[in-house]
């Protein structure tokens, strides 16, 4: 099973700690997203340390596929701002748009191509 891990806020008054972790991540920007394996530990412990600035979830093998066919086999992907907007960028997933997303992931990936 697939991650996807977008960013969804910018680096102006983060520590240096979350910044080298996002260069780790490869999350250069706001909206990049990358696709990670579920089983990594490391990955999955430097998602943990950025958890207020980025949502992730389980990704649909056809949202890859779509990926895939229109930016290539790539692990970082620019996206667009989402169509529709977030919900706002400080509050964790039911209530905002951080955090852990599950499968609704989807549903964010789709809007922001």
């Known amino acids: 099973m697939m991650i996807a891990i977008v960013r969804l806020r910018s680096g102006v008054?983060?520590?240096?700690?979350?910044?080298?972790?996002?260069?780790?991540?490869?999350?250069?920007?706001?909206?990049?997203?990358?696709?990670?394996d579920d089983n990594d530990k490391a990955g999955l412990g430097?998602?943990?340390?950025?958890?207020?600035?980025?949502?992730?979830?389980?990704?649909?093998?056809?949202?890859?596929?779509?990926?895939?066919?229109?930016f290539g086999d790539k692990k970082t992907y620019c996206l667009?701002?989402?169509?529709?907007?977030?919900?706002?960028?400080?509050?964790p997933y039911p209530r905002g748009s951080l955090g852990y997303r599950e499968d609704k992931i989807n549903d964010l990936i789709k809007r922001m191509l």
Do not use: C
């Open 13 to 36: 008054r983060f520590n240096k700690q979350i910044n080298d972790t996002f260069k780790m991540l490869g999350l250069k920007s706001i909206n990049s997203m990358i696709l990670m």
């Open 46 to 70: 430097m998602v943990k340390k950025v958890k207020d600035h980025v949502t992730w979830g389980e990704i649909s093998d056809d949202v890859v596929q779509e990926l895939k066919k229109r």
């Open 80 to 91: 667009k701002a989402p169509r529709k907007g977030l919900m706002g960028v400080r509050y």
